[in-house]
């Protein structure tokens, strides 16, 4: 953990002086008014980047290194597979080296390049975001479901087109992003359910049938499992290895409660709150649901990123007075419950050829 710890350090001092030494933005139509310090910025993203593509363990890792040296990558062989934009992406760096680790590398550069540049446009606190990004746990599922959220990374940049209704736009970015990982492809009915005011009885009902969902979760699974038996996701069927921890419910619910109660003062700072709001609200719902079956927590990756904006807002909800205490409020608990999944619950080592302390 000591890697881990110094990249949380290193990623939450330099995007904190990000701010620190922010300018007014010059765009009239800015949504957060601020232009971050983009060489702090950048010193932050090194940090993710760096970590996240010189493991050597963690997760999947070894399954997508020993599947890397193990293929040719000929179009023969490609064009034969799902998810073939990911197989591409591998037969073009097996062309430059056949060392597994430049696969880990610039999956995890493209994947925190884009999360980063994504929040420096819309968190209104980028250390927030990023600091909750590593201490919810987010970064850490990075380096485990790679290719998954690597995906989510690249939908994560059609944000701007969900805010202007460019569905088209928005579309063409789903396509693309499912040919690394087909579940991308639920975001696209996704679109319409966000498109209306946050915490319109539309929205709300998501949650009451994510508690009917669990009430009945037997018939439901054995519904939606036997509906994808013929799909790639046909084997999500025998998938018993629990729920997840209620406490990582809790701690994805929090901000969403505070946006609720500050809700219109959030409008009022943040126009555009309501899409980012119902896309985290659609997150909250896969979580409880996956109180049931751990599986259903892998479609909220795809949610996780805007709720990580909506914690760069919330401090900003509270009065002046309150917010300092706010601000130190949430980087305790978070810091808290990192420690917590990452040292207590799956003592997390992570090792590295090219880290070394």
């Given at each position: 953990?000591?890697?881990?710890?110094?990249?949380?350090?290193?990623?939450?001092?330099?995007?904190?002086?990000?701010?620190?030494?922010?300018?007014?933005?010059?765009?009239?139509?800015?949504?957060?008014?601020?232009?971050?310090n983009k060489?702090?910025?950048?010193?932050?993203?090194?940090?993710?980047?760096?970590?996240?593509?010189?493991?050597?363990?963690?997760?999947?890792?070894?399954?997508?290194?020993?599947?890397?040296?193990?293929?040719?990558?000929?179009?023969?062989?490609?064009?034969?597979?799902?998810?073939?934009?990911?197989?591409?992406?591998?037969m073009?760096?097996?062309?430059?080296?056949?060392?597994?680790?430049?696969?880990?590398?610039?999956?995890?550069?493209?994947?925190?390049?884009?999360i980063?540049?994504?929040?420096?446009?819309?968190?209104?606190?980028?250390?927030?975001?990023?600091?909750?990004?590593i201490?919810?746990?987010?970064?850490?599922?990075?380096m485990?479901?790679?290719?998954?959220?690597l995906?989510?990374?690249?939908?994560?940049?059609?944000?701007k087109?969900?805010i202007?209704?460019?569905?088209?736009a928005?579309?063409?970015?789903?396509?693309?992003?499912?040919?690394?990982?087909?579940?991308?492809?639920?975001?696209?009915?996704?679109?319409?359910?966000v498109?209306y005011?946050a915490?319109?009885?539309?929205?709300?009902?998501?949650?009451?049938?994510?508690?009917?969902?669990?009430?009945?979760?037997?018939?439901?699974?054995?519904?939606?499992?036997?509906?994808?038996?013929?799909?790639?996701?046909?084997?999500?069927?025998?998938?018993?290895e629990g729920?997840?921890?209620?406490?990582?419910?809790?701690?994805?619910?929090?901000?969403?409660?505070?946006?609720?109660?500050?809700?219109?003062?959030?409008?009022?700072?943040?126009?555009?709150?309501?899409?980012?709001?119902?896309?985290?609200?659609?997150?909250l719902?896969?979580?409880?649901?996956?109180?049931?079956?751990?599986?259903?927590?892998?479609?909220?990756?795809?949610?996780?990123?805007?709720?990580?904006?909506?914690?760069?807002?919330?401090?900003?909800?509270?009065?002046?007075?309150?917010?300092?205490?706010?601000?130190?409020?949430?980087?305790?608990?978070?810091?808290?419950?990192?420690?917590?999944?990452?040292?207590?619950?799956?003592?997390?080592?992570?090792?590295?050829?090219?880290?070394?302390?």
């Amino acid at each position: 953990m000591t890697i881990l710890w110094w990249n949380l350090a290193v990623v939450f001092v330099f995007s904190f002086f990000s701010r620190y030494f922010a300018k007014p933005a010059l765009s009239p139509v800015s949504i957060t008014s601020i232009s971050y310090n983009k060489v702090f910025a950048l010193g932050a993203l090194l940090s993710l980047a760096l970590v996240g593509g010189l493991r050597s363990n963690i997760g999947d890792t070894y399954f997508y290194k020993y599947a890397y040296q193990l293929n040719d990558f000929t179009w023969a062989q490609v064009k034969e597979k799902e998810n073939i934009g990911f197989w591409i992406l591998q037969m073009f760096l097996k062309r430059i080296s056949d060392d597994p680790q430049i696969l880990i590398f610039t999956a995890a550069a493209i994947t925190n390049v884009l999360i980063v540049l994504i929040f420096l446009k819309y968190s209104r606190q980028f250390e927030l975001s990023t600091f909750v990004y590593i201490t919810g746990g987010l970064f850490l599922v990075s380096m485990n479901g790679l290719r998954q959220v690597l995906t989510a990374a690249i939908v994560f940049t059609a944000t701007k087109f969900i805010i202007s209704g460019n569905f088209f736009a928005y579309a063409l970015i789903v396509f693309f992003a499912s040919t690394f990982h087909e579940s991308a492809l639920i975001l696209l009915p996704i679109y319409f359910l966000v498109r209306y005011k946050a915490w319109s009885k539309a929205t709300l009902m998501l949650l009451v049938i994510a508690v009917v969902i669990v009430i009945g979760f037997d018939q439901f699974s054995s519904i939606l499992f036997s509906s994808l038996e013929d799909t790639q996701y046909g084997h999500y069927k025998n998938f018993q290895e629990g729920g997840a921890n209620v406490i990582r419910v809790a701690v994805f619910g929090t901000p969403l409660i505070i946006a609720f109660f500050g809700r219109e003062k959030l409008r009022e700072i943040f126009p555009e709150s309501d899409y980012i709001v119902n896309m985290a609200l659609i997150g909250l719902v896969f979580m409880i649901v996956s109180t049931q079956n751990w599986i259903f927590a892998r479609f909220n990756i795809y949610f996780e990123l805007y709720q990580l904006i909506l914690v760069g807002w919330i401090v900003k909800l509270f009065h002046e007075k309150e917010q300092r205490l706010i601000y130190l409020g949430i980087i305790v608990c978070y810091f808290l419950y990192y420690y917590y999944e990452s040292v207590i619950s799956l003592n997390i080592h992570y090792k590295s050829d090219y880290i070394i302390f």
